[in-house]
Each structure stands twice: as C-alpha cells, then as structure tokens.
C-alpha cells in the first residue's frame, strides 16, 4: 500500500445510536492500528442502495490514491449475495455485490477489476448472519491496507451487479430533461443534469420545473427572496435551492421529480 499511512473510508447507513461503526472501526484498528479512518457518512436512507452508489461514486475521488472505501448499505445482507472486492485505476471498494459501486463502474471501466471476497480466514466470523461490515467487510480492507494482493481475498469475476442510474433525456434539439436524483441534509434537491449537458449554453435557456421558470444564480446568497432558484453546485450538477431554507420542503420536491431545460 506504500509508505504513507493507510486511508479506510467508512459510508454505510448504520446512523451513530447504535455500536455498529464503532465496532467496524475496532476491528479495522486491531488489525492494523496504523490505519487512519475517515467516516464519509452513516446517514445514508435505510437500505437506500442508489443513495449510497452516487454518494460514493460522488466522493471517492476527493481521497488519495491507495484509499480503500468501504460502503455497507445491505438489505440482502445474510443472503446468497456476494461480498466483492472492487479495484480501480487508484482506488479499492469493498462491499455488497448491489449495485452500491455501479457509478464507481462507470468512472473506472478501463482500469476495473471485481474479485469474489471468498477468503474467510481474513474474516472476523466466518458465518457473520447479520453484521458483515463487522465481520467480513472491516477486516478485508484492513487486511488490505497491510498489504495482502487483491487476488487473495478470492477469484475475479466479470457478473457483478449493476443498478441503472437516469440519464438526462433530449425529447427535443432544443430541450433536455432531467429529475431530481437526491436530496441533501439542507434539503436542496440535486439533479441528473450537469454543467456539461448545457454545453456553455446555460446563459441561454430557460429551466423549467412544476411549471415554473427558474432563475439560475451562481451561488446561493445571489437569491433575492425565499423562492426556488438553481444553480451548480460543487459537483458540477444542477441543483434546486431556497436561500436558508428548505427547498424539498417548502416546495415538496421529491426524488424522480423531473426538471427541463428548454434552449433559446
């Protein structure tokens, strides 16, 4: 893994009441205690398998290279489905084989390599029923960052799960059309359209929602009034705002709620 100190990053839906991301980091230390651990969220949906893909697949690049990313959203835990070791171009994923790194796909298809996690004797309890981010997932990446080659934690496989993410559609040449793909703690609602789809063209449209045009500001004290206004926000996607307040809210958007942009 090199001479730096090894990076675990921790995104799970687990929230902070309970033991359950003490207990993964625990076991992370025991095996390696010069590991240092970075927790991206626990506040992910419930069992919100496409709310945890963007968020990783969002994230991942912001951490050196060498990082492992460990991301426990499980519903099918305790089931047939497969724990998977996923290697990019300067990154390492361990997690469910869900869907959870479908974007992580996307992004590092000419570098992806995805081994079947099936080398139990790197796991904590070999027949872990309900906590593999304990028991399986946490030991894995920390054997890992020990330096133990990918291809020992088992074999690679090419039929690993993907979970489709919507893409702007273009009904028209002149217009585009997205949704709402998330909703943040502030609850400003993000959306599939990025500043690239706009192709520099975004002084020169109108965006429309609910029937409604919106203005598109540069950031978020530009607004002028609690109303619903747009912008780009750090990740380069279009995102509905109330200035200091809630956007989701006060204008009851939810996820799937399309949006269009018509070109001038």
């Given at each position: 893994m090199g001479d730096k100190r090894p990076l675990i990053t921790l995104t799970t839906d687990f929230g902070y009441k309970d033991p359950f991301v003490g207990q993964m980091k625990g076991v992370i230390k025991g095996i390696n205690p010069e590991v240092d651990i970075v927790d991206i969220t626990h506040s992910i949906s419930p069992y919100n398998i496409r709310e945890a893909a963007l968020v990783i697949g969002l994230s991942y690049r912001y951490f050196p290279s060498k990082t492992v990313h460990v991301v426990?959203?499980?519903?099918?835990?305790?089931?047939?489905?497969?724990?998977?070791?996923?290697?990019?171009?300067?990154?390492?994923?361990?997690?469910?084989?869900?869907?959870v790194f479908s974007l992580v796909y996307q992004k590092e298809k000419q570098f992806l390599k995805v081994y079947e996690i099936t080398a139990d004797h790197y796991f904590v309890e070999k027949n872990s029923p309900t906590f593999q981010g304990r028991d399986l997932f946490a030991p894995v990446a920390?054997?890992?960052?020990?330096?133990v080659l990918s291809s020992n934690?088992?074999?690679?496989?090419?039929?690993?799960?993907?979970?489709?993410?919507?893409?702007?559609?273009?009904?028209?040449?002149?217009?585009?059309?997205?949704?709402?793909?998330?909703?943040?703690?502030?609850?400003?609602?993000?959306?599939?359209?990025?500043?690239?789809?706009?192709?520099?063209?975004?002084?020169?449209?109108?965006?429309v929602f609910k029937g409604n045009t919106l203005k598109l500001k540069r950031f978020y004290s530009e607004a002028e009034d609690k109303g619903l206004y747009c912008l780009f926000n750090s990740h380069g996607l279009l995102e509905l705002f109330v200035y200091r307040g809630n956007a989701a809210k006060d204008f009851q958007i939810q996820i799937g709620d399309r949006i269009g942009i018509i070109f001038i």
């Open positions: 426990v959203v499980d519903p099918g835990v305790g089931s047939q489905r497969r724990p998977i070791l996923v290697v990019g171009e300067n990154h390492y994923f361990i997690g469910p084989d869900n869907g920390a054997w890992l960052t020990k330096g934690f088992g074999d690679e496989i090419n039929d690993y799960r993907t979970i489709p993410f919507p893409e702007p559609e273009r009904p028209t040449r002149k217009a585009l059309e997205g949704e709402v793909i998330y909703i943040d703690h502030f609850g400003n609602a993000i959306t599939n359209i990025s500043r690239d789809h706009l192709n520099d063209k975004a002084g020169n449209c109108r965006i």
